[in-house]
């Protein structure tokens, strides 16, 4: 029988408090997050995990000290494993994690996986929208780490995969069902920030997390007014905007309530559970809001399995193998800059 790897890739997060400072110095001395030559880049990486460890501990704190993240990567890859072993014949279909910046870091698994000796390899991102400073990050890591022969094929994103669309849908449907007065509310999408040079440069992040909210506002139907934003900013560049903290408090004083969605993040970690439910509402607090729905993160939302499953199943039926360095059509569709290139 055929053997089978899916690796799912996510970002990782420190186990435990000790874990947050070389956590950070890992993003930050990836030169997809911070684009310096190599030793300049790895000073401003001691910097930075040197001066955010405390803040970003005190954050994690809030969650035990450590990120959920794993946990919720396993339980996604669970779920996926039992999802294929029945959806995929004639093939044995085994999940692994690869972490970017923590364990299980993407090079350890893959000795894990050329220890198994696979026939196939899926490389399978859990971020629905492409981005050099995520997808393309771990892509690298495993070709770089990777020495085997299998066939290998990548998933480069899903923006518009009609269960992940669902699956949103269904979440936002099941938190708006009580609303009486659809004027009284604004949906916010929000969406992990990146720098605007990055997006000036190409990437088509920005394009596909519009392109997503764009699909699920058809599907959602509802008279509910929305708007998308994007939050968790980092160091000195200009980011791309709105910024979620300000759009909360401006539609805060505009009377207005708030229906907030990830809609870049798929499963619960510090960004959802410290900075949307206790910094933002928080704010939303000040800024006058009585009611702040927070949507949550697909996970393992049966939907959300399903969509992960149906790449799985058009990256099996590729002919040609392809881990390519660049974005896929899907990307060239949504991004104008990539279609000049
Ligand atoms: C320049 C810095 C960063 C860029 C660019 C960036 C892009 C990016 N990140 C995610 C998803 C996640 N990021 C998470 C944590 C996190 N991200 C950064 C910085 C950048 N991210 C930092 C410093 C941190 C650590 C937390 C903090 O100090 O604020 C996480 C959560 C991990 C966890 O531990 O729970 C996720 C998930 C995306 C999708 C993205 C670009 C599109
Ligand atoms: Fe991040
Ligand atoms: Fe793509």
């Known amino acids: 029988m055929k053997k089978v790897a899916v690796l799912l890739f996510n970002l990782g997060g420190p186990l435990e408090s000790k874990d947050v400072k070389p956590f950070l110095y890992n993003l930050f001395k990836d030169k997809y997050i911070i684009s310096l030559p190599f030793g300049l880049r790895h000073f401003v990486a001691r910097l930075i995990s040197t001066t955010r460890e405390k803040p970003a501990q005190a954050n994690y704190n809030f969650m035990g000290g450590g ?96 269960f992940f669309i669902k699956a949103q849908v269904d979440l936002i449907r099941a938190a708006i069902k009580d609303i009486k007065n659809p004027n009284g509310y604004r949906i916010l999408f929000s969406a992990h920030g990146l720098p605007e040079k990055v997006i000036q440069e190409g990437d088509p992040y920005k394009a596909q997390v519009e392109a997503t909210v764009a699909k699920v506002m058809a599907e959602l139907n509802s008279d509910i007014d929305h708007v998308i934003c994007y939050q968790s900013r980092v160091g000195p560049l200009k980011w791309i905007g709105p910024a979620t903290d300000d759009t909360i408090t401006q539609t805060g004083k505009s009377g207005k309530n708030i229906v907030l969605v ?19 509402k928080h704010l939303a607090d000040e ?14 939302n049966p939907d959300y399995i399903r969509a992960l499953g149906d790449q799985v199943l058009k990256a099996l039926a590729t002919t040609d193998a392809v881990i390519s360095d660049h974005a896929c059509a899907t990307c060239h569709k949504h991004c104008p800059k990539l279609k000049a290139a």
């Open 262 to 280: 990830p809609i870049a993040f798929v499963s619960e970690h510090i960004e959802t559970l410290v900075e949307l439910d206790i910094e933002y």
């Open 287 to 300: 800024a006058g809001v009585t009611d702040y729905i927070r949507v949550p993160a697909v996970g393992t």
């Open 67 to 162: 990120s959920p993240i794993l946990a919720q990567t396993q339980a996604q890859a669970e779920a996926l494993a039992a999802h294929c072993q029945k959806t995929i014949k004639g093939a044995e279909v085994k999940t692994f994690i690869g972490m970017r910046y923590w364990h299980p870091f993407v090079e350890d698994t893959v000795k894990e996986i050329e220890t198994w000796a696979p026939d196939e390899i899926v490389l399978l991102p859990l971020y629905p929208q492409f981005s050099k400073t995520t997808t393309l990050s771990s892509l690298v890591a495993f070709k770089a780490a990777y020495k085997g022969r299998a066939k290998v094929t990548a998933v480069c994103c899903y923006p518009e995969n009609d």
